[in-house]
């Protein structure tokens, strides 16, 4: 077996633009922006991509059980863009389509435009302080959690614009919903 995610990144200066990769069937994370210790994660962006079935080469039956996009780690995150990916899980996977946010308490995030299809937790938001959520469409099973929000710890005011995104619940039939605001 191998091992080893389709990237592995972090920026602790100036911006960096990862644009127009197609990533599948990765063994560990389809895109990982990660960091520990005392560099961050600064000015990045992520845009067009499409990734899917990370972790898959690792299973006997082929399906991920990683995530198709980890951006974050134990650092801060500030000025991340996240625009127009595209993320897919097989239906039976144990893996997740974005997680934006991990460990530490992060500044700011845009997920815009993006178009994530399954996953254990198809959208997983950790720790920011701010973030804009807009035009994005998630679909999943009633078994899975199409979204996930974890506030930072103690006192204070997080502002989360989360407009005009479509949930799509694949049950018997679809259940559609359009988040108007959060």
């Known amino acids: 077996?191998?091992?080893?995610?389709?990237?592995?990144?972090?920026?602790?200066?100036?911006?960096?633009?990862?644009?127009?990769?197609?990533i599948f069937n990765s063994y560990g994370h389809g895109i990982q922006f990660y960091t520990e210790g005392k560099q961050k994660l600064i000015g990045s962006l992520f845009e067009d991509n499409i990734v899917f079935n990370a972790g898959g080469p690792?299973?006997?039956?082929?399906v991920g059980d990683m995530r198709n996009f980890m951006v974050g780690g134990n650092a801060p995150i500030e000025d991340?863009?996240?625009r127009n990916n595209f993320s897919y899980h097989f239906p039976s996977t144990e893996g997740n389509g974005i997680q934006m946010g991990y460990n530490?308490?992060?500044?700011?995030c845009e997920l815009t435009g993006n178009y994530v299809a399954r996953g254990k937790r198809v959208l997983s938001m950790t720790r920011f302080k701010e973030a804009t959520v807009l035009y994005n469409t998630?679909?999943?099973?009633?078994?899975?959690?199409?979204?996930t929000l974890f506030y930072p710890e103690g006192?204070?005011?997080?502002?989360?614009?989360?407009?005009?995104t479509t949930i799509l619940e694949i049950r018997k039939y679809f259940l559609m919903r359009t988040v108007t605001n959060v």
Do not use: F, P
């Open 1 to 22: 077996m191998g091992h080893g995610h389709g990237m592995y990144l972090s920026n602790n200066t100036g911006e960096k633009i990862v644009r127009k990769n197609i």
């Open 58 to 62: 690792q299973n006997s039956d082929g």
């Open 80 to 82: 991340l863009v996240v």
């Open 104 to 108: 530490m308490v992060s500044e700011s």
């Open 138 to 147: 998630l679909i999943g099973s009633d078994q899975n959690a199409l979204t």
């Open 155 to 164: 006192n204070g005011t997080y502002t989360y614009n989360w407009n005009q």
